[in-house]
């Protein structure tokens, strides 16, 4: 049973930087396609980066584009999502969840497709 369990949130000012990471048990994680979604309260979570199996491929909000970079590190088992030029409107709690795939280049950035979640950590931008 893959178990997902995300780090690396906290405090930080605007303009600063943040690395989240998503290590996984039980299972290889490059079996999954992984994404990272960011939830506001009374908001919908929302998709901000994707990874495919095979690395090749992902996708972003576009919120996020050239701010935001996501990898994987198979030796660890974890994916990674780094967050740059950090903004007020990134705070929120952000989570990994994994996906299976017959396709090791696609993922997707809708919440619905994802059935394994990790917990969540806060990220907090303010001045």
């Known amino acids: 049973q893959l178990q997902l369990v995300e780090s690396g949130g906290g405090l930080v000012q605007p303009g600063g930087s943040l690395r989240l990471s998503c290590a996984a048990s039980?299972?290889?994680?490059?079996?999954?396609?992984v994404g990272w979604f960011r939830q506001v309260p009374g908001e919908e979570r929302e998709g901000v980066f994707c990874?495919?199996?095979?690395?090749?491929?992902?996708d972003y909000a576009n919120s996020v584009k050239g701010r935001f970079t996501i990898s994987r590190d198979s030796a660890k088992n974890t994916v990674f999502l780094q967050m740059n030029s950090l903004k007020l409107e990134d705070t929120g709690v952000y989570y990994c969840?994994?996906?299976?795939?017959?396709?090791?280049?696609?993922?997707?950035?809708?919440?619905?497709?994802?059935?394994?979640w990790g917990q969540g950590t806060q990220v907090t931008v303010s001045s």
């Open positions: 969840a994994a996906m299976t795939l017959n396709n090791p280049d696609t993922c997707y950035r809708l919440y619905v497709a994802y059935s394994y």
């Open positions: 039980g299972v290889t994680l490059d079996d999954y396609a």
């Open positions: 990874i495919s199996r095979s690395g090749r491929i992902n």
